[in-house]
C-alpha cells in the first residue's frame, strides 16, 4: 500500500515552453504533498509544500510564479514549470503523506525533464 | 531540525550486515530519527524511525545510543539490490503541530556499495 505514481517518467521539451507534471496517491488520500528538485549528484531539494484546496507554501528561492502547483484532490497535485530553460533541467519528485501513517513519507519515482 | 552528519561512502560485501552511522549531536527531546535510502534515478524509500528506543522492522534495524547523539542503521544481510545513498535525518514529531513538521530536509547521505 502506499503508492504514489508520477506522469510522465521523463520529458524533454523546448526552451520557453511549459511543462505539467502529475503525482498522484493511488491508494490513500493524501493529506500533504510535497515537491522535491534534485541536480546530478546531489541531494534532494524541498520545493514547496501543498495541501488540497489550498495555496502551496513555497521554500525560499523557488519562484512560485515559475513553479506552479495545483493541490485539486486528496489524491492529486501538480508541478507546471512554466516558460521553462534549460536550468530548470532535473530530476523532480513529489511524495505525500497520510494522516494514518504521518512518521512515513511516500515518494514518487521521479520525472526527469530535460529542457533543449 | 538538527543537522545530521554521515560518512560520504560505505562499502559491503554481499550477505553482510551493513552498518551504517549517523551523528545528531543537537538532537532535541522531541525528535525523531528517520531513515530514509534512495535508489538511483528512483525516488526516496521510507526504511525505519525511532525516538528512544531501538527498532527493527522486515527492512532493517534502528540503534539509538542512549544519550541520543547518534544512531545505526544495520542491514543485516546487505544484497546488491541495497546499493544506494542512505539519508539519516532528524525532524520533530509531525503530530506535534501543522503540515511544517512533515518537512523532511535531506543531507548529502552515505553511498552504500554493496559488492558480490
Known amino acids: 500500500g502506499a503508492v504514489v505514481s508520477q506522469h510522465p517518467s521523463w520529458v524533454i521539451c523546448k526552451s520557453g515552453t511549459s511543462v505539467k507534471i502529475e503525482c498522484r496517491s493511488l491508494?490513500?488520500?493524501?493529506?500533504?504533498m510535497f515537491w522535491y528538485r534534485q541536480f546530478p549528484k546531489q541531494s534532494l531539494m524541498l520545493m514547496a509544500t501543498s495541501n488540497e484546496g489550498s495555496k502551496a507554501t513555497y521554500e525560499q528561492g523557488v519562484e512560485k510564479d515559475k513553479f506552479l502547483i495545483n493541490h485539486a484532490s486528496l489524491t492529486l497535485s501538480t508541478l507546471t514549470v512554466t516558460s521553462a530553460h534549460p536550468e530548470d533541467s532535473s530530476f523532480y519528485i513529489c511524495s505525500a503523506t497520510t494522516s494514518g501513517r504521518a512518521h512515513e513519507q511516500f515518494f514518487g519515482p521521479g520525472t526527469r525533464l530535460t529542457v533543449l | 531540525d538538527a543537522k545530521t552528519t554521515q560518512p560520504p561512502s560505505m562499502d559491503c560485501a554481499e550477505g553482510r550486515a551493513a552498518n551504517l552511522p549517523c551523528n545528531h549531536s543537537t538532537i532535541s527531546g522531541n525528535e525523531y530519527v528517520y531513515w530514509y535510502r534512495q535508489i538511483h534515478s528512483q525516488g526516496p524509500q521510507y526504511i525505519i524511525h525511532?525516538?528512544?528506543n531501538n527498532e527493527t522492522n522486515e527492512m532493517a534495524s534502528l540503534i539509538i545510543t542512549e544519550d541520543r547523539k547518534s544512531s545505526t542503521l544495520i542491514l543485516p544481510h546487505a544484497t546488491l539490490r541495497d546499493t544506494a545513498v542512505y539519508y539519516c535525518?532528524?525532524?520533530?514529531?509531525?503530530?506535534?503541530?501543522?503540515?511544517?513538521?512533515?518537512?523532511?530536509?535531506f543531507g548529502k547521505g552515505t553511498l552504500l556499495t554493496v559488492n558480490p
Open positions: 491508494d490513500f488520500q493524501a493529506t500533504t
Open positions: 535525518i532528524v525532524r520533530d514529531d509531525p503530530l506535534n503541530s501543522g503540515g511544517s513538521n512533515y518537512k523532511l530536509t
Open positions: 525511532g525516538l528512544k
